[in-house]
């Protein structure tokens, strides 16, 4: 998800404005970039709260 999220257009991305597209972005630089670095913790929140929120939001669209 994360890394096709950075394929979409600016026009999709401005019609969605309510998925949180700068910190999905984020979130996969952190874990693509930081490698030992990521905590360990905000990958949990973001998989147990964070990620819940997004998938309802994208059900909307299928």
Do not use: C, Q
């Amino acid at each position: 998800m994360f890394e096709n999220s950075v394929k979409l257009t600016e026009n999709f991305k401005n019609k969605h404005k309510e998925v949180p597209w700068s910190a999905i972005k984020g979130m996969l630089n952190r874990i693509v970039h930081d490698y030992g670095k990521v905590d360990v913790k905000v990958i949990y929140d973001t998989v147990k709260i964070d990620l819940p929120k997004i998938v309802a939001i994208m059900k909307k669209y299928i």
